[in-house]
């Protein structure tokens, strides 16, 4: 089962800054926070992950609180094209396997 | 540089046979994993190869079998194909096992069963 809890849908203006949570209150300190999406009809895109500290690339912002327990994507100037499912997924990724949830379906509005 | 590859796009198949899907990753990835995409299961784990061992397997019958080459190629195989076999199967690979550096996905087959 997916150790992640996510809002099943959000909506986003376009243009303005994106911020997806994600509980993982169980999350072990071994564990990493990974970050997808998946735009329609596409494979699972990688974003972002982070073990505890925020992470910064050019997609995306990871911001994970200080006990762990709660992380947020942020997606700082939001286009049509970011309309998509994105999953949080927590894995030790040593022996785990990426277990995907249901993810949050973002929808950017024009 | 050229993403995962997985072949065929489509594929229509009548209860009861076999199928074999196709993954090529991107050059110098180890690891490949296989997802099947349902639109009430959402996406569940089938398995994962690194370095032509399995390193981990999903909760799927026996019905569903992988293997990978030396040249990190995989294939997977279902065999006595059900209705409900009908998915998107994913395959994604990446550097390391477990896919610590994140996976690269393809773009999937697209299996029908009938």
């Known amino acids: 089962d997916a150790k992640t809890t996510q809002p099943p849908s959000m909506d986003c203006a376009e243009g303005r800054a994106a911020n997806l949570p994600c509980n993982h209150s169980t999350i072990s300190g071994n564990e990493y926070v990974y970050w997808y999406r998946q735009i329609h009809s596409q494979g699972p895109q990688y974003i972002i992950h982070g073990l505890k500290n925020n992470e910064t690339n050019e997609m995306a912002s990871l911001i994970i609180t200080e006990d762990r327990k709660s992380s947020t994507l942020i997606l700082p100037h939001a286009t049509l094209r970011d309309t998509a499912v994105y999953y949080c997924i927590v894995s030790e990724n040593r022996d785990d396997k990426i277990i995907f949830g249901k993810g949050t379906r973002l929808h950017i509005l024009p | ?114």
């Open chain 2, 1 to 114: 540089k050229a993403g995962v590859t997985q072949t065929p796009r489509y594929l229509i198949k009548t209860r009861g046979q076999q199928v074999t899907l196709s993954c090529s990753p991107i050059s110098g990835h180890r690891s490949v994993s296989w997802y099947q995409q349902t639109p009430g299961q959402g996406l569940q784990f089938l398995f994962e190869y690194f370095s032509e061992t399995q390193r981990n397997k999903g909760n799927f019958p026996g019905r569903f079998s992988g293997r990978q080459f030396s040249n990190s190629r995989s294939e997977m195989n279902v065999s006595t194909l059900e209705l409900g076999d009908s998915a998107l199967y994913l395959c994604a690979s990446s550097l390391a096992a477990g896919g610590r550096n994140g996976y690269t996905f393809g773009s999937g087959t697209r299996l029908t069963v009938v």
